[in-house]
Nanobody, 132 residues
Framework: QLELVESGGGLVQPGGSLRLSCAAF????????IGWFRQAPGKEREGVSC????????DYADSVKGRFTISRDNAKNVVYLQMNSLKPEDTAVYYC?????????????????????????WGQGTQVTVSS
């Protein structure tokens, strides 16, 4: 059974930092991709960042480039999202999503990994609130 569990959300002041974690259970190391998405009240879910099965390739939404960094530890089956210089508009529920079965990063790069329809498994979400 495939399961994703997020953690690390919370309340932070503008300009602060948080690190989100996504623990992947049942996924085969090196064969799955992870995307981070967020959804604010009254808004559509949007792709924030994604990482290839090897961890060697990443992508970011324009709104977070230069502030957020995605990484993964395949030995631990955990993906991280380091969020710096947080802004009130970053407030949302953050979800990690996963898709198994990639044979290589090249296969991943042929998809649209910041689009929610590319993913089959979703975590329960963690709230991030940026406020003074």
């Amino acid at each position: 059974q495939l399961e994703l569990v997020e953690s690390g959300g919370g309340l932070v002041q503008p300009g602060g930092s948080l690190r989100l974690s996504c623990a992947a259970f049942g996924f085969t190391p090196g064969s799955y991709a992870i995307g981070w998405f967020r959804q604010a009240p009254g808004k559509e879910r949007e792709g924030v960042s994604c990482i290839s099965p090897s961890g060697g390739n990443t992508d970011y939404a324009d709104s977070v480039k230069g502030r957020f960094t995605i990484s993964r530890d395949n030995a631990k089956n955990v993906v991280y999202l380091q969020m710096n210089s947080l802004k009130p508009e970053d407030t949302a529920v953050y979800y990690c999503a996963g898709r198994e079965g990639y044979y290589s990063d090249y296969e991943w790069m042929a998809t649209f990994p910041l689009k929610s329809y590319e993913y089959e498994n979703w975590g329960q979400g963690t709230q991030v609130t940026v406020s003074s």
